[in-house]
């Protein structure tokens, strides 16, 4: 049954997300196109006017941003109100009468996001990578536009350390709670009587207000507020690399057990108490 | 053929037993129910509004947990295994608007396999109603014509229509009721809410009574008619005269 569910899901948001999509990469499309003409007047025209080219090259590149960053923000709206009119609007007379547990079908809901969540989130570094390669073939020499790649890694990868693996799941991760309480919100909403989308946005205020105590409190722990606010001071770099991992380590646990917090209080508060007016 | 279509069959499709729903105000919806419906009738679940008739057949459907009480659908309590042999018809359109016809037909087909598409495309066909339109281009009559035949293409035990006539023109209602006992089965049960007696009482087989979340009368149409001499419809007026 989950299959069949995850199967409608994609049927029935692949559309808008396709067109969001397709937004993120003719942006990426569009940065490497802006950087190249900058690129190819800087290094044909060295008398142009640089302040009025900067100006405008800067003023498209700044516009690009703010698209990538709103069809982000879109898709994260977009699957926020589908699991809202889906779950607990009329729409959910057909979703909760269906044979499948609850369970199975917030599942679905999250596994279907998460997809989607994770495809914006690799089209906008895609995109931010286009930035970064174009920004390169301007101020770059072309005879050394062959060594952009492995320049960009390095920015990338500023310490060539081992965490780059534990950073990526991380992110992965951070990606798919941060839908998980999105979702666990809107549930909680649910219990008001009335009001129910401000119900939601007060328990995700106050969700945010906990989590950010809860963090400041693991990151003291792991000694890693300390290690950078004085690293610069006390530490070499291999103390504060180590302080960084411990850091990460305690992070990765805290997202895996809110994760886990979030998926369940979601299934059992549906299960258990939710009417459906 | 799985296990739904090849289970023995009590004669008991549906009851409920010392059922109570209580929203946060004092009076509760419903209030101790007891009621058992056998196989092969259409029953008439009447009362005014507020009586307490959309509740319990939420309750049934498993959109509303109980304050109290039990509920069994064919043996099962409401669970998967009870909502595979429900067809519920909200009094709203519970479709998605972007969603066209034939995808709601394909959901129904994937999801339930009691459901017979080939029948709901031919009363689609009978009805003129294209197939490939999007629900939110229909106006309300067929939005309603569109859920019934969904609801009534499935081969369940019972049937839980929720005010399936109302806001419809009496052509529609014609159709809708015509569509119900068109595609009666008499192993299975159809329980309709409505506050519209005299266009469904010549359909109905029993009738039960809702007041204030209790049941105030639970007796065969027929029965009815005899003891009190009246229709159903002048016998519900007579009663919640008094009632209220």
Redesign the interface.
Known sequence: ?LG?LI??EF??TWRVMLVLSLILVGVGILFLCCFAGLAAMIHNAPDYNSGALSFSVFSIVGFLLIAALAVFILVKIYLIVRYY??LYT?????T??????TTQIISAKVIVGSIWTLLTMFLLLIDFFCALFGFGLAVTDPSEIATIPSDMIDIVTFDQSAMLPLMITIYILSTIISLLSYYFCITVGQLW?RHKILGAILCYVGLSIALRIITFIQQLFSGFSGGLLFGGLFLSNEEFAQTYLHSLIGNLVLSIVLGVLYFLGSVLITK?????D | MDYYDTRPLSPVVLNCRNLTKT??SVMPALDRIDLTLTRGHIVGLLGPNGSGKTTLL?LI?????PTSGEITVSGFPVS??S??V?S?L?D?????P??RID?ALH?FE???TDFDAARAYDMLMRLSIDPTKQMKTLSKGTKEKVQLILVMSRRADLYLLDEPIAGVDPAARDFILHTIVNNFDPRATVLISTHLITDVEPILDEAIFLSQGHVLLHQPVAAIRENEGKTIDQFFREVYHYAW
């Open positions: 049954m069949k199967k409608h049927a029935a009119k889906n009329a729409e959910g007379y057909l909760f009468t269906l044979p499948a547990s009587r258990k108490k939710v009417n459906l | 929203y946060d939420k459907a498993g959109l509303l947990t998967t295994d909502k595979r429900i519920y909200p709203q359109t519970y479709l998605s972007s969603m995808e959901y994937d999801f339930y």
